[in-house]
């Protein structure tokens, strides 16, 4: 018979994990092995190596798509955080975040950087009139 109980451990135990050729972080209070990870990780090691031995949810929160969830099960070590709780300050900032997704703002007009080029050309182009033609 399989034992399903639940596997702990405490923040100090997690901090240990803070190295390059050891790296722990957790989400949500499950505990995750990125260690392989860091070397693949689309925004590089740098962050995963700053954050190593300690809860990353909001930081992963902000940085990664709603897609990127889907991905995390492969790196579950079977561990969770015993002593995982969400700060007043971390509470605010996903509820914010989540009103935030539930209105759009974080999608993808394309719009900002139409306006920007156009921005940028009619200042090169009134910059020339000025200096050569006028």
Known sequence: MA???EKYITSDELKKHNKSDDLWIS???KVYNVTDWAKV???G???LLNLAGQDVTDAFIAFHPGSAWKHLD???TGYYLEDFQVSEVSRDYRRLATEFAKSG???KKGHGVIYSLCFVFCAAFCLFLWRFVL
């Open 3 to 5: 034992d399903n109980k």
């Open 27 to 29: 989400i949500q209070g």
């Open 41 to 43: 990780h689309p925004g």
């Open 45 to 47: 090691d740098i962050p």
């Open 74 to 76: 492969r790196f579950f």
């Open 105 to 107: 703002m974080f999608e």
